[in-house]
C-alpha cells in the first residue's frame, strides 16, 4: 500500500485537515516537532502579522496512540484560531442572527494572480470568497503537518530532508533580502523568490522508468508546482544543463558507483542514484498587493480594483518548509511502495535487506 493524502478546510474555516493513510503501525512521532514546522512556516522577514495571530498547533483525531501510530487512517488538525472573527461569515450552515465579524459581504472583485476569477467561473460561485477561502496558501499548514509525519518515517532509513530561501527578490545575501523586502514594502508591493531542498541518504532506486506516473522526478516536480505561487521547478542543475555540451552535463561513475558531480541532482531516468537529491522551486510574487492591481467588479462588468486582502511581502521563507515537507511526502510515498510493511519494523528490515543486496553504500 503506497502512502494517501486528502486534506480538507479553508483559510478562515474551523480547522485545516489532513487524512493521511498507508502509514505502518509503530512509527513515533514527535508533536514538538510536528509543531516546530508549523512554527517554522510561520516565520521569515516578509510576513504579516498574522501568522502571530494564527500559532498554529497539531492536534491528532485517529490513528495515534501514546505517540505511536496504529497502522489505521491518522488524522492531523490544524485549528484556524482566527476563525472566531469569522464565525457568521465562514459558518458551515446558513447563519442565525444579524451578519456579525468578517466575510459578511460577497466579494466581486478578483484579484489577478488568485484563483478568484478561475474559481467562480469554473464552480459557478457568485461570490469570490467561495474559490478564494480554499486556494488560499493557509492550506500549506497541514500539508506541513503530514511532511512532518513523512520526515519521521524517512529517519527510520536515514533520510534527512532539507529546505532552505536562496533568493528573495533576486538577491541572494541575508541583508540585501532585507533590503528588497524593506524597499518593496514601502511601496506596498510584493516579492519572489527561490527555494531548495536537499534529501540526504537517499538510495538507488526510488521510483522508476517503467511508465511516466512512477517516475520520481515527476512526481517531484507535481509536488512543488502543485504549491501555491509556484511557478517554475528544477532538478539538479536543471536549465543550465541545456547550456552546455553533454561532456559537461553529466555525472561521470567511480569506483565505488560514486558520482564524480552531482549535476543530475540524484535522479536519472525518473529513479534515485544514491546521490543527493537536489530540487528548487521559483515564487512569483504574491499577487495580493496592499496597493490592489485593476480587476473588473463581477456584479456590475465595471472596469475596478481588485479586492485587497491582507498579505505578506513575500513568503519565501516559508515556501522553503512547505517544499521541504511536499519533497518529503513524495520521498515517504515512493519508500512505501517499495519497501512495503504493515509495521514500521518490516520496512526498516525491507530497506536494510536492499542495502546489503546491492551492497550500498559502496566504497572503493
Known amino acids: 500500500m503506497t502512502l494517501g493524502l486528502t486534506t480538507a478546510g479553508e483559510s478562515h474555516g474551523p480547522a485545516l485537515v489532513a487524512i493521511v493513510t498507508g502509514l505502518p503501525a509503530g512509527l513515533s512521532l514527535d508533536r514538538a516537532a510536528i509543531d516546530a514546522d508549523l512554527r517554522r512556516r510561520q516565520q521569515g522577514y516578509g510576513r504579516s502579522p498574522r501568522q502571530q495571530l494564527e500559532q498554529d498547533a497539531v492536534e491528532v483525531l485517529a490513528g495515534l496512540r501514546h505517540g505511536r501510530t496504529l497502522g489505521t487512517p491518522l488524522a492531523l488538525v490544524v485549528s484556524n484560531r482566527d476563525h472566531a472573527n469569522w464565525e457568521w461569515g465562514m459558518s458551515p450552515w446558513p447563519p442565525e442572527g444579524e451578519p456579525s465579524g468578517k466575510g459578511t459581504k460577497p466579494v466581486t472583485l478578483p484579484r489577478p494572480g488568485h484563483a478568484d476569477l478561475a474559481g467562480v467561473l469554473k464552480y459557478g460561485h457568485d461570490d469570490v470568497r467561495d474559490a478564494l477561502e480554499r486556494a488560499s496558501a493557509r492550506h500549506t499548514a497541514v500539508l506541513v503537518a503530514a511532511g512532518a509525519v513523512a520526515k519521521a518515517l524517512l529517519r527510520e532509513l536515514g533520510i534527512e530532508v532539507a529546505g532552505t530561501a536562496l533568493e528573495v527578490g533576486g538577491e541572494t545575501g541575508e541583508q540585501a533580502q532585507r ?57 539538479g542543475d536543471g536549465f543550465a544543463l541545456a547550456r552546455v555540451r553533454g561532456s559537461e552535463a553529466h555525472d561521470e561513475i567511480e569506483p565505488g558507483l560514486r558520482r564524480r558531480s552531482n549535476r543530475a541532482g540524484g535522479i536519472e531516468a525518473g529513479v534515485s542514484n544514491g546521490e543527493e537529491l537536489v530540487v528548487r522551486a521559483g515564487m512569483k510574487p504574491l499577487p495580493t498587493l ?53 509495521a514500521i519494523g518490516d520496512l526498516v528490515a525491507a530497506h536494510r535487506a536492499y542495502l546489503e543486496r546491492i551492497a550500498w553504500p559502496r566504497t572503493p
Open 290 to 342: 496592499m496597493k490592489p492591481l485593476d480587476s473588473v467588479d463581477l456584479a456590475t462588468g465595471d472596469a475596478a480594483q481588485a479586492l485587497v486582502e491582507r498579505s505578506d511581502v513575500h513568503a519565501v521563507e516559508a515556501l522553503a518548509v512547505v517544499a521541504e515537507a511536499a519533497v518529503a511526502w513524495e520521498l515517504a510515498r515512493a519508500v512505501k511502495e517499495k519497501f512495503g510493511g504493515d
Open 179 to 235: 533590503d528588497a523586502t524593506d524597499a518593496a514594502k514601502g511601496d506596498r508591493d510584493t516579492l519572489g523568490g527561490v527555494v531548495e531542498v536537499r534529501a540526504t541518504g537517499v538510495c538507488p532506486g526510488l521510483g522508476s522508468y517503467a511508465s511516466r506516473e512512477d517516475r520520481l522526478d515527476g512526481r517531484l516536480a507535481a509536488a512543488l508546482m502543485a504549491i501555491q505561487a509556484v511557478k517554475g521547478f528544477e532538478l
